[in-house]
């Protein structure tokens, strides 16, 4: 007979949880046990029930360091061994637990008159900002200068306060029009909602996903930006040096391939066994489509020291579309093939808001279908720039003979 399942239930308690109090109104006062002894026909199913009275809280009184230990008290029943988690909570933040690890977040709507002091006043307290603009995303022209240098230091998200309707993209061009902003460094926010500024920002979160675990994601410390009422200032040009010259070469071909991944293949593993059953070093992928279930790629929604740094940091998405492209290097010490991929993804579940970056891991869902293309010389190497940041940048070899 196989095993009972398990199922750990974490309460939170809020609207689910209310009953009238002695304060002429409902209050969260109905514990998680007493809400597992009220479904009926749930004693006969066989499964066992771990109940946790985690936290006893309006919806409203939720903090994100609430939802943190949640998320970390969720990992670790997994690692236990349950085989589900039911999370019972207020309706007013409904929204955000789905989200882990969430940065401070932030949401300004933009007034009449508005002359910025909001702005001012959090700029130094939160991780990302949801700013909700007049009509299509507008903003008044005295608010520029201080949105973009927020947008230079943390994610902005340009939405609209209207509560429906887009922000548009290449309409109006004065000072303070979404394309104005968007050219500051403004993250559109589409279709999405900004007076819920967690879900706006989600996608940006460096997270994991709630399920088992495998390895936990932390945010990187930020560092406190220096905002001030005045003209923006850029930071200086790093006083870091190199030895910057376009490198190229001449290529000879060889074979051409099409390749079809199967559902559910991790990607790289998939195009690190094709190469080697087709011994393949080198090449490139002009292009690929794909689904992917789950997918990490570069980014970050802290603060940044170094603007001109690499980001190494990583953020977690899910159920989206793909489309990409990249080289193959060889590493010749360690037999190995070096993919450099970069990819340009859609969020089906958030009305596909998109993004760019490197790609770092991905699940197939459904199919990936690639063009590969084999370059028999010169040599492809790929190797780490001291002199800038230790970024490993494509080198070329002729006679295909080690630099």
């Known amino acids: 007979m196989d095993a009972a399942r398990r199922l750990a239930v974490f309460g939170l308690r809020g609207t689910i949880a209310m009953s009238a109090g002695g304060r002429g109104g409902v209050v969260p006062s109905l514990s998680a046990e007493q809400l597992i002894d009220a479904v009926p026909g749930l004693a006969g199913t066989g499964t066992g029930v ?7 809280l309006p919806g409203a009184s939720l903090s994100i360091p609430d939802i943190t230990s949640l998320a970390e008290a969720i990992r670790a029943r997994f690692t236990d061994g349950v085989d589900g988690v039911v999370v019972s909570q207020g309706t007013d933040t409904i929204p955000l637990p789905a989200s882990e690890r ?28 949801a700013g909700a603009g007049f009509g299509v995303g507008h903003v008044p022209e005295r608010l520029v200068p201080v949105l973009a240098e927020l947008a230079f230091r943390i994610p902005v998200v ?44 989600m996608p940006c979160w460096p997270s994991a996903p709630t399920g088992p675990p495998s390895s936990p994601g932390s945010a990187q410390p930020a560092a406190t930006p220096n905002l001030t009422p005045g003209p923006t200032s850029l930071p200086q040009e790093p006083t870091r040096r190199f030895d910057a010259h376009m490198r190229s070469h001449e290529l000879t071909f060889g074979r051409s391939f099409g390749v079809a991944f199967d559902h559910g293949d991790d990607f790289f593993t998939a195009l690190t066994d094709f190469c080697h059953a087709n011994n393949v070093r080198q090449g490139y992928i002009p292009m690929f489509i794909a689904g992917f279930s789950e997918a990490e790629i570069v980014g970050t929604c802290s603060r940044l020291e170094d603007p001109r740094a690499p980001v190494w940091s990583k953020v977690y998405l899910t159920n989206i579309e793909a489309l990409g492209g990249g080289t193959l290097a060889y590493d010749a010490t360690e037999d190995r093939i070096l993919p450099h991929i970069h990819v340009t ?59």
């Open 158 to 201: 340009l939405a609209s306060r209207t509560g429906a309707g887009p922000v548009l993209s290449a309409t109006y061009a004065f000072p303070g029009s979404e394309q104005d902003l968007r050219k500051r460094g403004l993250i559109s926010a589409g279709l999405l909602d900004p007076f819920r500024p967690g879900s706006c920002c």
């Open 50 to 56: 771990e109940v946790e009275d985690f936290r006893r």
């Open 345 to 403: 993804v859609g969020l089906k579940e958030h009305s596909a808001a998109g993004h760019t970056s490197h790609l770092l891991s991905a699940r197939v869902q459904f199919l990936t279908e690639m063009l590969l293309i084999e370059v028999s010389a010169p040599a492809m190497r790929r190797r780490p720039n001291p002199e800038l940041y230790n970024v490993p940048l494509l080198q070329f070899s002729a006679d295909n003979q080690e630099q």
């Open 102 to 129: 969430l940065p401070s977040v932030g949401m300004v709507n933009v007034t009449f008159g508005d002359e910025g002091a909001l702005l001012f006043g959090v700029a130094d307290r939160i991780d990302g900002l």
